[in-house]
């Protein structure tokens, strides 16, 4: 098997989880904005598809130079090992960026890159004429930032976030990989109650199934690079065997999802049912105003309305109000809110243990810790 340099990109403010993801599986990384670089095998982008949690994608860098001209670009781009990657049939269309870099064009930067790559195929594979580019997908990026180009070929295809579980979302769906990256923060274990009170198509409580499960999240699902045929299928059967040796099928959890909206509640269930939990996970329609909180030293963790639009502020904040009076009666209970609200400590009623900076897709939001003491 060959090595290769391999990146997994992250949101902003879970690099360091999707790190110890990496160091998890056994790979040293670094972390930079947004990436956590590692080294591995055919094997190691295969489980690092299969077993992340909250990065986003796994990415193969096949390159990185600086350039200051398009003739720099083109040469640079030419002289790396592009047939080590790409078949002669490869479909390979390329995305581009551009940032603070003398090479702005990106729809040029584009086209050069192709151009470089299209000569080196050529010439590797002894070939006059067109590449038809009728087989298997590689879908590559050129990135500038500051003058420094990074090539890279994308391994996951659709982004790790699509499960494969979810049929349906309410209208602010929260990211599957957002809500991976709460329960790991939570640092919640399987033998503790867990409770979304606002679960709306129930994302956090399947994402917690899975972590309490030891399931991989891609267990469901098909990824770009399985059609390469430098990635053997005996790559993935391996992979896929091993998923199912640490999966912990019978270990049962007390997970539960609430919500006020009847229809939210009713794809929480169809979702729970696609990913295997239809009996693991209860989900029940219920005002927070209801919330009965039973057992100790469990965790609560919640996305619950931000009252981004006129006039829904005031109700955001009752809510943080309501839900502050009820976690008081329940001091061993771990809270985990996620919220743009910047007075959410004051409306909640408690200052929080940690907050922590987070972006929900485009939201600047704060995680606001209220950890309990342990009965």
Known sequence: MSEYKLVATAAMGLEAIVASEVKDLGYDCQTENGKVYFHGDE???????????????????????????????????KALPWEDFLPVDAAFPVAGKSVKSKLFSVPDCQAIVKKAIVDRLKMAYKRVGFLDETGPLFKLEVSILKDKVTLTIDSSGHGLHKRGYRLGQGDAPLKETMAAALVKLSKWSPNRPFIDPFCGSGTIAIEAAMIGQNLAPGYNRSF???????????????????????????????IRGYDIDSRVINIAQQNA???????????????????RIEGQNGVLIANPPYGERLGEVEDAEDIAEILGDIMKQHPSWSVYILSSLENYEEMYG???????????????????QFWGKRA
């Open 43 to 77: 094997e190691a982008i295969a489980r690092a598809n299969m077993w992340l949690r909250v990065g986003d994608r796994v990415r193969i860098v096949v390159g990185e130079f600086k350039a200051f001209t398009f003739d720099e670009l083109f040469e640079r781009t």
């Open 350 to 368: 408690k200052r929080a243990t940690k907050k922590r900076k987070l972006f929900n897709g485009f939201i600047r939001t704060d995680l606001y």
């Open 224 to 254: 770009l690079s399985e059609e390469w045929p430098w990635m053997t299928a005996q790559v993935w059967d391996r992979v896929r065997e091993e998923v199912e040796d640490v999966a912990k099928y019978d270990l049962e959890l007390d």
């Open 273 to 291: 049912v696609e990913a295997g939990f239809a009996d693991l996970i209860t989900f029940e329609q219920q005002d927070v105003r209801d919330l």
